[in-house]
């Protein structure tokens, strides 16, 4: 039986789905792509996602689905018994959406901005300035989100898909330092993903 194809680059947001995938139980391939744009892969990328990011999944029949959190809510879809998102009318589910498409959209777009900068800025001073400006905007959304994590788990007793967030964006800038001396709460929630079986794999391979 044909499985689902994750397209990813180590290091990059595809430690999560892949630990969505590993934790629900759901077999998949994996396929390594170097999303640079002088890189030979690339090509292959875009034929999948023309944004050239990545995740990517094909799913067995074809279909390609893009965006990590519509990835986390495929697989929540094949694995519900996984409860990686709250069920509906359970009240912790409008806590997650909120705080899952903040990750997203706000955070998200820091790196979108902050690591190539010479896509949006032409000259180096204004580019050194950008990225300054999107590492600091991205620290306090941080203590944003530091604000609401309950523990053990961002929602409270038990896993969520947030956590699969929390856990590899924590060896993005600012920093596993950063999140250990500034956040935390969430560092105890990256670490307590880190030995959860499934999610430990995904983040050795991607973060050693």
Wanted: net charge neutral.
């Amino acid at each position: 039986m044909k499985k689902t194809l994750l397209i990813g680059s180590k290091g990059c947001g595809n430690a999560i789905v892949e630990g969505a995938l590993a934790f629900a139980g759901i077999p998949y391939d994996y396929e390594e792509v170097d999303y640079a744009a002088d890189s030979p892969t690339r090509a292959r990328l875009l034929s999948v996602n023309p944004l050239g990011q990545v995740p990517a999944m094909v799913l067995p029949d074809g279909a390609v689905v893009t965006e990590s959190l519509a990835m986390l809510h495929y697989i929540d879809d094949l694995a519900p018994g996984a409860k990686l998102i709250p069920a509906r009318g359970d009240p912790l589910r409008p806590v997650f959406y909120r705080w899952a498409a903040f990750l997203v959209a706000a955070i998200y777009p820091t790196f979108t901005y902050g690591d190539d900068t010479s896509k949006w800025v032409a000259n180096e001073e204004g580019a050194k300035q950008l990225r300054e400006s999107t590492n600091r905007h991205r620290e306090n959304l941080w203590r944003q989100v530091e604000g609401e994590a309950k523990g053990p788990w961002f929602l409270g007793g038990a896993m969520s898909a947030l956590d699969l967030y929390i856990a590899p964006m924590t060896y993005w800038r600012p920093g596993r330092k950063w999140f250990a001396a500034n956040a935390p709460k969430l560092f105890a929630i990256a670490e307590k993903a880190s030995a959860t079986p499934g999610v430990a794999d995904a983040l050795k391979r991607n973060f050693g």
